[in-house]
């Protein structure tokens, strides 16, 4: 077990990722369950029902499973800053003069390159009719 010895079958590709440190996070079994099902349903749109053929290299799979984890990510990225948008409503006080200030309609959209690939977020934002100006609410999770 271990090293190359886990890659069986594949043919060897150079580049392949030799580093691969886990940074695993505690799931539920209901949360595990449904990645395991999405993994299932990964699987099979890009390989089919008898998944990778026989001359699929390891790094074309690791390759598949990144991408599809940083679009995961990136998902997950827009959807917790939705939420978190979700809870400023009403007003916010002005960090230049500590007015009351109402949240626009419209949020501001924040293209943002992330660690996984660019993201559209969507920031709530304020503005002060005293100091004329707009701002972010709260700390951001931009860090605004
Ligand atoms: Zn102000």
């Known amino acids: ?59 074309e799979i690791e390759r598949y499973g990144h991408q599809t984890g940083q679009q995961v990510a990136r998902a997950l990225d827009a959807y917790l800053t939705a939420q978190h948008a979700a809870r400023f409503q009403g007003e916010e006080p002005c960090p230049e003069c500590g007015e009351e200030c109402r949240l626009k309609e419209s949020p501001h959209e924040l293209p943002l390159q992330t660690l996984d690939g660019a993201v559209r977020l969507h920031e709530p934002t304020c503005n002060c009719p005293t100091c004329r100006r707009d701002f972010f609410p709260g700390e951001g999770p931009a860090g605004n």
Not at 28 to 39: E, G, K, M, P
């Open 1 to 59: 077990m271990g090293g190359l010895g886990a890659i069986g079958n594949f043919r060897e590709e150079s580049g392949m990722s030799k580093d691969a440190r886990n940074n695993e996070l505690d799931r539920s079994l209901a949360v595990q369950a449904q990645i395991d099902r999405l993994v299932a349903l990964l699987s099979q749109e890009r390989y089919g029902e008898g998944g990778p053929p026989r001359n699929t290299t390891f790094a």
